[in-house]
């Protein structure tokens, strides 16, 4: 699916340009009759259209979401997004960032082109979004009338969770998992695990590393403390990392090439596309190839001899297993 | 010790189910005569006991945690502890939890069994704990209403520092410590350090890295940034993990055997179970041996030869010294 | 420059000790007028000097500061500071870490000596400031009173953005970077970046690791997630860390030298001043020496051979590109 059809709220600047949306999950694509009448009364086409609410629609709304009606018009905002099309504005991107966290599209499915240069810096805080350009003001005056204020982030991207609580999940630290990140059920993300937006995992996993902007672990895949796995927007490669089914990566490993199914890294082992590895098999080495060329292959074992030091390629005898405990996430 | 009496408060989520419950410092093993007369009037025998507090109790409590009697009762909790038997339900992993932080017991030491099961996943906000289920509409009415609500962890566990604050500890980043952490006094968790529940430091000490489920760090030691220590609920191996005392894990390195007192492992470097080292004395290497079989022994050095790539362990040359104006945590 | 006027407003404990100090940008070195009748009010002579704020003044600073005349007269406090002396009181610390903050003076520019001494530990709370020691009772009273407040850090340190926010910066996980840390236009720090007080960037660059205290990272430069640079407070050496123009620390590496300009290390490695190093030219090694030896060479890049196991260095044939649109914060 393409096209989607939501209704939000959010905050503006003193200027009124757009902060921060929120999407409630069912005036997201809401029922068809709905969606007819919004395209009327807007006379909406095709692509990326984005307008204030019409009045008329104002008590449709009200039904599906209480005190809707109480809402100050100029905080509630229409968007129809075709996620082919790049997003063209704040309550757009906000949109897509809502749709892979309520699981409604996968990593790396819809156009996110540009959301960088749309998406204004917020500092979030703990009296809501503000523009950081007003912040230093906002300080001074509560701390000249002696109020708390915490600001946890400045950031283009807010928590995931103070916008989507996706089901069966537990994120130990909210702060480490941005708005636009795709948690499949059963996902425990400890303290040091992060994860971006347009990235996450596809079903149980415990996650205690790193997974960069378009990268997706795979159901039952373990990622140890520390953990990194290389992206693509800031100094990485080229190719989409990806980490397939039942995998390890040790405490402190990382990974710069995308991994088959049941592979284990080492603790402390970094591979990237141009580590030169030796394949080993019945314990005596076969070749020396590229760690690139072992992309998407299934069952293998990547360790650093300790006596040698070189870095091998074994097949993987052992099966990950997902402590059931831990991820009985009630 | 194993017999605990504690009085607590609470909260709950609509379905009346416990969500977590604070102990008092002063209602931990209060007065005897105060123990015997809850006892009596509960007819406690022995083992697990959990019950609502009796009405004439309510004043000799008052007595000891001001404005006590002003609390609506299905907040407040009476529960006997037997630390010996598994826990039963969610007053009783609390309160084990909170004998964890007030260093009234250590790590390993009390039965801690299925704790993950019985204790719900809660997500903690700006506006007190809540139930998972609960959120997201929570989330739609504060956004609606234009009030700012923050979520800062959906877990089984809360921070160690909004029930218990150890004396003489610093602790940068809250997030990262979890309630049933044992921080001995003078220990300094930097923004880095990680503590779970049931793990913690003997004494002064600098956690920049991670101290996982059951691993205890002695006196004097000195965990380096994302140093990693390999837990046994997740991934890693059987044996327990432990740091002796005046010991120094480099910046990125790894533990995975127990370590004895006065060692060190280099900066970068993971000591795995199975990694095969090389034993050097006097410049050369005298034999081959695993890792595990130096389990437990004093003052080694552990380093990767950056010229041969090999594992290799020496005599340590050198004593830890942790800065002491650094420890000074007034 | 290092004399120094500010006015600040701040907390104190129960005793009357203080606990922290704000100053609003526009009173750090206000106008000549305001600094010359402050120096004849309360008869300054030289050296740091700190005193609560003669009346007479307070409306010359209202004029500057709106609503500071409602300000209690123990909550603000005048210092002059000379920045070359070690500083000899809260209000005198603060102000100093204000300075770096505010890009007002560079890391290691001021006297810091003794700042762990004099600085208290404070309980950073949704309530504000705290003494730690009245902490427990602060929990006890709200648990019973059934209000929320959560305790976000236990530090001498208070977070930057709660005091400062520089311009033209990104800090995506606000608990990561001291007030102190000195962040150029451009800088973004990213979830697993740290930087402390007395530390930082001097313009655009990627912080995705830990900047240590006393380490600055030149301009246009990338650290990767969990990359480390060595201390010299706790653990690391003596010789003070630095990172030239266009380098690039890999993910989870790490820094024992200062590094020349357009230097790489590759990640997973960690350099330390005693590594010894293989020093490569047209594929074939014609030296070996010592890490500390290549400190300030620019076009470096070191790697550790994945097939001999040894760390090399050979000219870097990269230059490091920041991605634009990662730093345009807008």
Known sequence: MTNWFAIGMGSKNSKGDWLEVFYPKNLINPSEELTLKAKELVSYREGNFTS??????VQDIAKLSKNFSSLETERTVLV???????????PSCYLRLHLLSHRLVKPNEINLEDIFTLMPTVAWTSDGPKDPKE?????????????????HSLDKFPCLTDYVVPEGVRIADSHRVRLGA???????????????????TLGKSMVEGRISQGVIVGEGSDLGGSSSTMGTLSGGNETLISVGRDCLLGANSGLGIPLGDRCVVEAGLYITAGTKVEMIKS??????????ELSYKDDLLFIRNSLTGAVQCKPNPKTVNLNEELHSNN
């Open 52 to 57: 204030s609410i019409p009045s008329d629609l």
């Open 80 to 90: 129809f997004v075709d996620s082919k099309l790049p997003p063209n504005d704040v």
């Open 135 to 151: 912040l230093n003001d906002i300080l001074s005056d509560k701390k000249i009338n002696n109020e708390a204020i915490h600001i």
């Open 182 to 200: 795709y948690l499949g059920e059963g996902t425990t993300v400890m303290h040091e695990g992060f994860i971006n937006f347009n990235a996450g």
């Open 283 to 292: 314990n005596s080495k076969v070749e020396e190839i590229k760690a690139s």
